[in-house]
């Protein structure tokens, strides 16, 4: 009978710590906000989805894939911008299936909350671009509305001003092109659709990887290598062709010229 009642006195006693425990401010742990600039990238397709390929149209019997470039310029450029106090997230790891736009977008804002506490200040989707014509290039980059135009314009105009991309069209075909790039169908069609979800983004489409002299300067550049760029364990270089690190590089520095030349104009 004691034993008893000696037990409820404690269990009536651990009842009330725990209701006292309980009746404590919650400490919620908030996780520290980055301060530096922070950027997200988006490497374009990625899985099943090969984006261009060179020779066109041949998906997986392709020499070069476009979701691959896209990738290792997205990681060239990630390298760069942190080296320079930046931070860094990416939607695309490795060679993950592309998503649906609106996942897409969900991934790039939590992987900035996840690493940073907070939302990023930009995006930057890197693309290359596709024909059917392997005579045909130049530069495009893509926005989805005007709160994303001083960014387009500072990396389209360190993109141009680069000039190295261009070893086969004349100045006026360009120009052309450039014209078009401004113009309203890329995102009135909707198939860049995560520049519109993420303010400001921009989508970069450096040059054709379809374009002969493009592809070329890779598959016979003394420096193509079949390297591995990935974050996860898999190596996941897919492309039967390698890369030219050098043109991987010139187009990473002009990117991130783009970026910075932003940053530091905004107000
Ligand atoms: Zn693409």
Partial sequence: MKKIWYGSVFLLGSALFVFMLFQKEPVVLEPAVDTRPLVVLDAGHGGEDFGATYPPEQEGRALLFEKDLNLAVVYAVKER?????????????????????????????????????????????????????????????????????????????????????????????????????????????GEYGIVQGFSPAVLTEAYYITNKAQAQEHLSSGDSSSFVFCTGTEQQHTSRGAFSMGKIAWEADLIVQGVLAFLEERP
């Fill in 81 to 189: 911008l942190e080296s320079m106090g930046v931070g860094v997230a990416l939607t695309r790891l490795c060679n993950e299936n592309a998503r649906e736009t609106s996942v897409r977008i969900a991934i790039a804002q939590e992987r900035c909350k996840e690493k940073f506490g907070t939302l990023c200040d930009l995006l930057v989707s890197v693309h290359h671009n596709g024909s059917q014509n392997i005579a045909h290039d130049g530069l495009m980059v893509i926005y989805g509305g005007e709160e994303d135009i001083p960014l387009s314009l500072a990396v389209h105009e360190a993109l141009w001003e680069g000039e190295g991309p261009q070893p086969l069209i004349a100045r006026a075909d360009v120009a052309e092109l450039l014209h078009y790039r401004y113009g309203n169908e890329g995102f009135l069609t």
